[in-house]
């Protein structure tokens, strides 16, 4: 199982969106269109309960849900990497879930309470951990500032596979790479537009929300990268550009709106995104999505 871990995390994780129903509630049923093209187009692990499936704009009852039912989904086609975080005892039952649920593994999502200490973090893995039953660990790392010595006592805690590194510091994370058991993955955690500069220090595979819209899109960026291509793989990022530009707006308060957008306009209609997050696009934003899906051909 290790050994097909490190070659998923190598590859693209996707970040599968969260559907609502017409009364705001998940239907995960929905995901089926998306998951079917995503796999068939070659996607190396599916992602559930992630920041594009708005992880916390969830319960915990409906992150479990959602674990369950994509684990069900996915039918054994690729590895699942389960989201967990929150509160201790939220990550901790959740962990256990996803585990009996039969993830492959869990990205432990960076604590966004005020008051972290980098060795609180150390008990908090160790706690989801022993939870878990001992499933791999991804860590999601959206915050460089704790620092190298830091970021390498995370990485030292037993079942700690890899680290999505979320930060636009690609020297950073050579430094942290370097600190770190080189066993480690390192994956580029901010997707395709971050992939080139992440890969040239180490990093190796991406995180992305384009597959749930587009995923052989991702796949060929993925397949110029792993070549050591990077002017095909610039080529390909910067003709996806406008839908990276969409995405960020308003604080990138428009992200996941922007791929719940593109998939209503595709006929996948997984429902619109919950507060805090923006919704729908502008007049203005639709009509830049509407003009990039043309010019693309998308369907």
Not at 58 to 67: I, N, R, Y
Not at 72 to 88: E, F, K, N, S, T
Not at 176 to 186: E, F, R, S, Y
Not at 277 to 295: G, H, M, R, V, Y
Request: charged fraction near 20%; aromatic fraction near 6%.
């Amino acid at each position: 199982m290790t050994r097909t871990l490190d070659r998923a995390l190598t590859g693209i994780s996707g970040i599968l969106v969260t559907p609502y129903d017409e009364n705001g509630d998940i239907a995960p049923q929905k995901l089926v269109p998306v998951l079917d093209r995503a796999l068939g187009a070659g996607l190396h692990m599916p992602v559930v309960n992630g920041n594009t499936g708005e992880f916390y704009a969830l319960t915990t009852d409906e992150a479990s849900t959602m674990v369950r039912e994509v684990v069900h989904l996915v039918a054994g086609r690729a590895p699942v990497l389960a989201g967990v975080g929150r509160g201790i005892r939220d990550a901790q039952a959740l962990a256990k879930i996803s585990a009996n649920a039969g993830a492959t593994a869990l990205m432990v999502h960076q604590p966004p309470d005020p008051f972290v200490a980098p060795r609180g973090i150390v008990d908090y893995l160790k706690a989801i951990a022993d939870a878990s039953g001992g499933l791999p660990m991804m860590l999601y790392l959206r915050n460089d500032t704790i620092g190298t010595k830091a970021i390498a006592d995370l990485c030292a805690v037993p079942g700690v596979k890899g680290v999505k590194w979320a930060t636009p510091n690609p020297l950073k994370l050579a430094e942290a790479k370097a600190a770190c058991d080189p066993d480690i993955v390192w994956v580029g955690g901010l997707a395709e537009v971050w992939a080139p500069a992440l890969y040239a220090v180490g990093a190796r595979g991406f995180t992305s929300g384009l597959i749930n819209v587009w995923p052989e899109r991702s796949l060929a960026i993925h397949a110029a990268l792993d070549n050591g291509d990077y002017v095909s793989a610039n080529k390909l990022i910067a003709g996806m550009k406008a839908y990276e530009d969409i995405r960020a707006e308003e604080m990138n308060g428009t992200n996941v709106t922007g791929v719940k957008a593109a998939l209503t306009a595709l006929g996948r209609d997984c429902g619109p995104t919950r507060p805090p997050s923006a919704w729908p696009l502008t007049t203005a934003q639709q009509e830049k999505l509407d003009a990039f899906i043309a010019t693309n051909g998308l369907k």
